[in-house]
């Protein structure tokens, strides 16, 4: 549900994490449109909670350090721990 309220033109990543990380979509920020929306969707539908712990330090720490002037970042943490 949370995909699918993506508004239209954004631009969107998805990064696992625990005590490794792993992104999603080839490991780049991407253009969200039908088919990336599909899936991104379809991605998470396969994801388990396989990485370990919860190191969340790391995956913030990678996220911030994407620069772009192109669009303003929003970053959202779901976790299960």
Known sequence: MFIQSLPSGCKFG???FGNI???S???SIIDY???TKEN???EVMNFAADHGG???LTPLKM???IESEEYKK???ILTDG
Do not use: P
């Open 21 to 23: 990380q792993s992104w």
């Open 14 to 16: 998805i990064l696992s």
């Open 74 to 76: 929003r970053i959202f």
């Open 33 to 35: 449109n039908n088919d």
């Open 25 to 27: 979509s080839g490991g």
């Open 54 to 56: 919860t190191d969340i």
């Open 40 to 42: 991104a969707i379809a």
């Open 63 to 65: 996220v911030s350090e």
